[in-house]
């Protein structure tokens, strides 16, 4: 008989749904919204809804899995656990714990997936990936400018005079914003996109403002000119919350609004009517991830916080400056979970630099990969040295539940247990503020266990055992105690399936910043020089004319509409391709049309794909989604760089040029 249950979307994604999950013989039939969920209300988008092929798929691992002269073959777990933990043992011995290499993502939203960082921490410490490909740019903006990177309520949208989706591809990324956007306009909110593409969200909006991507910082900065000329900045807020307003003022007048129109390739009217919007308070600004993926992502999303700022819309009902929602995050006890005091070792690498680091380690070298939660070989730039440095590993071994690009290249491979086998809590810092239950719904499949069963039996052979012997529920627990003491307890989540969690609905409405001035830091005094710059990406014809000469276009790679990352492609019928998004003005210099064979290049790798030209984009803008694994023909990540972003911690995975030309079909 088939019965309906709660349940949760894992998935990385800024949604963070409510499910309900039909099972009938011990099979997930059919995975649906909970109309009960008083955020996402029932809507859940395809990729929510294909988690019931991705549990119930004949592709997936069942088997403990060891490369053999070059082939799988299929192992015990006794075996595979066995060897695996003789091998961490011998690394430790002989050349230190940090001769391991843990590698990870965010694949998966459970709290629970956090034990891994404590087996790393018990064994003693391993070198670790810091920073993030993600949204590492924006999120260490945030923390210079207000102190961290907090969001208001999703509800607090209908406060908002005029909303700014500002690089979000909102309907295809986020769609419960998408949902409450068209429920504020015809309230009369106005809505203004500011996007390279103009895409489903452009389509709703009042305006939509096309810019050259990379320069929506220089944008900011000729808005907030305007409004200083047109003296219609907040003097309250200025004068007695924020401080360094004196340098900004002065990067503002070191550049003309010609020179910004002209770069940004924004006509200087538009930039005057953005200061008279951003005037008419309050104004919700919404950042999305892609536009701080280039060289000066940082600087970008400092000076879209300085124009909010400026204009008065932080810590007001229906402004912010939203980027992230880090209260989620930080209502939640990882250090009781992951015991980062037992380490007695560390390096780190950042994860876009992951490849150099491997490749360049020495004292001790890296000698052994352990890969859970994520997909290097198709998600982290620079493809060709990342494989050349998941290659040098004496041992690589990856947990994942299918046989990813990087599985492919693993000495053992051990399958783990889908979201709906294990009970766990879900919630994303993303955007709304809720904690979902996922019960254990049915058995994983074959072999496959979950992750925390194999830390657990990993750590029995390693002699550390008793720092694993936890059912999952004590070890939620232990990420729950400061949520238990304000009564959101573990069985209050798991009766009444979700949970509102104790954060600010409109943040920073006190004006007490957590920077160390504790004031809205135009300059940031975190660091030595905390000035604000008004950098540029690195590639284009601005910073690079040579490059930009041999390859004049910019190439971005957004997130897929049908899949997270690398994780639906292969559920998709017909099979995937790769999909060459191209401007309108590409085409014609180009003299490309729809469906025709290309080769996009540049000095890093090379993709073949179709032809598709979009029907408004920036000029010079090319677009592959990210994602695609190597058997379907990707990934896009074989043309971008590995360079680190202004600040250190992010990407610049779209400030990447390419050329392109036709070619006959591939074979
Ligand atoms: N369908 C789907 N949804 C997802 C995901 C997924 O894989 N698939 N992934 C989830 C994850 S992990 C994340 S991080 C979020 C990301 O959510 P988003 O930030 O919405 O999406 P991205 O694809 O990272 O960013 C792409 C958007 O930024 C625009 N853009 C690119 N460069 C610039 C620029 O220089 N200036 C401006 N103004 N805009 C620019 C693109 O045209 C596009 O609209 O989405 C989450 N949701
Ligand atoms: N070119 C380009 N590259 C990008 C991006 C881009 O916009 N452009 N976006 C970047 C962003 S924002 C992100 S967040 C990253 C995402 O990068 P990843 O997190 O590496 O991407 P996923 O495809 O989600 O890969 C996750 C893997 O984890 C596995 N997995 C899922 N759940 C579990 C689990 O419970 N246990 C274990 N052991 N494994 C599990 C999945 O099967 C999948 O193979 O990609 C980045 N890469
Ligand atoms: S992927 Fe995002 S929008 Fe889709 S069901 Fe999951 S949380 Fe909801
Ligand atoms: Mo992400």
């Given at each position: 008989m088939a019965t309906v249950h709660h349940s949760a979307c894992p998935l990385n994604c800024w949604d963070s749904c409510g499910f309900l999950v039909t099972v009938e013989d011990g099979k997930v039939k059919k995975v649906e919204g909970n109309p009960e969920h008083p955020i996402t209300q029932g809507k859940i988008c395809g990729r929510g809804r294909m988690l019931e092929n991705r549990t119930n798929s004949e592709d997936r691992l069942l088997y403990p899995l060891k490369k053999i002269e070059g082939s799988f073959q299929q192992i015990s777990w006794e075996q595979a656990l066995d060897e695996i933990a003789e091998k961490l043992a011998h690394y430790k011995e002989s050349f230190g714990?940090?001769?391991?290499?843990?590698?990870?993502?965010?694949?998966?939203?459970?709290?629970?997936?956090?034990?891994?960082?404590?087996?790393?921490?018990?064994?003693?410490?391993?070198?670790?990936?810091?920073?993030?490909?993600?949204?590492?740019?924006?999120?260490?903006?945030?923390?210079?400018?207000?102190?961290?990177?907090?969001?208001?309520?999703?509800?607090?949208?209908?406060?908002?005079?005029?909303?700014?989706?500002?690089?979000?591809?909102?309907?295809?990324?986020?769609?419960?914003?998408f949902q409450?956007?068209?429920?504020?306009?015809?309230?009369?909110?106005?809505?203004?996109?500011?996007?390279?593409?103009?895409?489903?969200?452009?389509?709703?909006?009042?305006?939509?403002?096309?810019?050259?991507?990379?320069?929506?910082?220089?944008?900011?900065?000729?808005?907030?000119?305007?409004?200083?000329?047109?003296?219609?900045?907040?003097?309250?807020?200025?004068?007695?919350?924020?401080?360094?307003?004196?340098?900004?003022?002065?990067?503002?007048?070191?550049?003309?609004?010609?020179?910004?129109?002209?770069?940004?390739?924004?006509?200087?009217?538009?930039?005057?009517?953005?200061?008279?919007?951003?005037?008419?308070?309050?104004?919700?600004?919404?950042?999305?991830?892609?536009?701080?993926?280039?060289?000066?992502?940082?600087?970008?999303?400092?000076?879209?916080?300085?124009?909010?700022?400026?204009?008065g819309n932080i810590g007001i009902p229906g402004g912010g400056a939203n980027y992230a929602n880090k209260q989620v995050g930080q209502s939640f006890d990882y250090q009781n979970m992951t015991m980062a005091e037992r380490k007695s070792s560390s390096r780190t690498f950042t994860m876009m630099r992951q490849a150099e680091g491997i490749l360049s380690a020495v004292d001790p070298e890296i000698k052994m990969g352990i890969v859970t939660c994520g997909n290097p070989l198709t998600q982290v730039p620079d493809t060709n040295r990342v494989r050349e440095a998941f290659e040098s590993f004496e041992t690589l071994v990856v947990i994942d539940q299918y046989m990813t690009d990087t599985a492919e290249l693993a000495d053992y491979v051990l399958p783990a247990a889908t979201a709906f086998e294990v009970e766990d809590v879900y919630y994303s810092s993303m955007y709304h503020h809720y904690v979902n239950h996922g019960p254990k719904l049915v058995e994983p499949p074959g072999e496959a266990k979950p992750d925390a069963w194999i830390w657990t039996e990993l750590a029995n052979r390693l002699g550390f055992g008793k720092e694993f012997?936890?059912?999952?529920?004590?070890?939620?627990?232990?990420?729950?105690?400061?949520?238990?003491?304000?009564?959101?307890?573990?069985?209050?989540?798991?009766?009444?399936?979700?949970?509102?969690?104790?954060?600010?609905?409109v943040p920073w409405a006190d004006r007490k910043f957590k920077t160390p001035s504790g004031k809205y830091e135009f300059t940031s005094s975190a660091v030595v020089d905390g000035r604000i710059k008004l950098s540029l990406p690195t590639e284009t014809k601005w910073s690079n004319p040579e490059l930009a000469e041999k390859y004049p276009y910019t190439l971005l790679s957004i997130h897929p509409l049908r899949s997270n990352h690398s994780q639906h492609y292969h559920l998709f019928q017909p099979e995937p391709y790769v999909k060459v998004e191209i401007a309108g003005s590409v085409a014609a210099e180009k003299g490309l049309k729809d469906q025709d064979y290309v080769r996009v290049w540049n000095d890093r790798g090379e993709i073949h794909g179709k032809v598709s030209i979009l029907k408004a984009a920036h000029p010079g803008t090319v677009n592959i989604d990210e994602g695609l694994s190597a058997r379907f023909g990707g990934t896009v990540n074989q043309l971008t760089s590995s360079r680190e972003s202004d600040n250190g911690f992010g990407s610049t995975l779209y400030d990447c040029l390419v050329n392109i030309e036709k070619i006959e079909k591939d074979r």
């Amino acid at each position: 008989m088939a019965t309906v249950h709660h349940s949760a979307c894992p998935l990385n994604c800024w949604d963070s749904c409510g499910f309900l999950v039909t099972v009938e013989d011990g099979k997930v039939k059919k995975v649906e919204g909970n109309p009960e969920h008083p955020i996402t209300q029932g809507k859940i988008c395809g990729r929510g809804r294909m988690l019931e092929n991705r549990t119930n798929s004949e592709d997936r691992l069942l088997y403990p899995l060891k490369k053999i002269e070059g082939s799988f073959q299929q192992i015990s777990w006794e075996q595979a656990l066995d060897e695996i933990a003789e091998k961490l043992a011998h690394y430790k011995e002989s050349f230190g714990t940090t001769s391991v290499l843990h590698s990870h993502d965010y694949a998966n939203g459970g709290l629970l997936t956090n034990l891994d960082s404590r087996f790393f921490n018990l064994y003693g410490g391993v070198t670790e990936l810091t920073g993030s490909i993600c949204w590492g740019a924006g999120i260490e903006a945030q923390n210079w400018d207000l102190g961290d990177a907090y969001s208001h309520a999703p509800e607090d949208l209908k406060n908002s005079k005029h909303v700014v989706i500002w690089g979000r591809n909102v309907a295809r990324t986020n769609m419960h914003l998408f949902q409450n956007l068209q429920a504020v306009k015809k309230n009369g909110t106005k809505i203004y996109v500011i996007d390279p593409i103009y895409n489903a969200t452009a389509k709703l909006s009042n305006e939509y403002i096309s810019i050259k991507p990379g320069f929506d910082g220089l944008l900011a900065a000729g808005i907030m000119k305007e409004l200083l000329r047109m003296n219609l900045q907040d003097e309250e807020f200025l004068a007695n919350h924020s401080t360094g307003f004196d340098d900004l003022k002065a990067l503002l007048d070191s550049v003309s609004l010609e020179y910004i129109s002209e770069a940004a390739e924004v006509p200087v009217e538009t930039i005057s009517q953005l200061a008279e919007v951003y005037a008419d308070r309050p104004v919700s600004t919404i950042m999305g991830l892609g536009m701080q993926r280039y060289e000066n992502g940082g600087n970008t999303i400092r000076l879209i916080d300085a124009l909010a700022a400026v204009s008065g819309n932080i810590g007001i009902p229906g402004g912010g400056a939203n980027y992230a929602n880090k209260q989620v995050g930080q209502s939640f006890d990882y250090q009781n979970m992951t015991m980062a005091e037992r380490k007695s070792s560390s390096r780190t690498f950042t994860m876009m630099r992951q490849a150099e680091g491997i490749l360049s380690a020495v004292d001790p070298e890296i000698k052994m990969g352990i890969v859970t939660c994520g997909n290097p070989l198709t998600q982290v730039p620079d493809t060709n040295r990342v494989r050349e440095a998941f290659e040098s590993f004496e041992t690589l071994v990856v947990i994942d539940q299918y046989m990813t690009d990087t599985a492919e290249l693993a000495d053992y491979v051990l399958p783990a247990a889908t979201a709906f086998e294990v009970e766990d809590v879900y919630y994303s810092s993303m955007y709304h503020h809720y904690v979902n239950h996922g019960p254990k719904l049915v058995e994983p499949p074959g072999e496959a266990k979950p992750d925390a069963w194999i830390w657990t039996e990993l750590a029995n052979r390693l002699g550390f055992g008793k720092e694993f012997d936890f059912t999952r529920e004590e070890f939620m627990e232990k990420g729950l105690v400061s949520l238990s003491q304000k009564g959101i307890t573990l069985e209050k989540i798991r009766e009444e399936k979700f949970a509102e969690l104790p954060v600010d609905e409109v943040p920073w409405a006190d004006r007490k910043f957590k920077t160390p001035s504790g004031k809205y830091e135009f300059t940031s005094s975190a660091v030595v020089d905390g000035r604000i710059k008004l950098s540029l990406p690195t590639e284009t014809k601005w910073s690079n004319p040579e490059l930009a000469e041999k390859y004049p276009y910019t190439l971005l790679s957004i997130h897929p509409l049908r899949s997270n990352h690398s994780q639906h492609y292969h559920l998709f019928q017909p099979e995937p391709y790769v999909k060459v998004e191209i401007a309108g003005s590409v085409a014609a210099e180009k003299g490309l049309k729809d469906q025709d064979y290309v080769r996009v290049w540049n000095d890093r790798g090379e993709i073949h794909g179709k032809v598709s030209i979009l029907k408004a984009a920036h000029p010079g803008t090319v677009n592959i989604d990210e994602g695609l694994s190597a058997r379907f023909g990707g990934t896009v990540n074989q043309l971008t760089s590995s360079r680190e972003s202004d600040n250190g911690f992010g990407s610049t995975l779209y400030d990447c040029l390419v050329n392109i030309e036709k070619i006959e079909k591939d074979r």
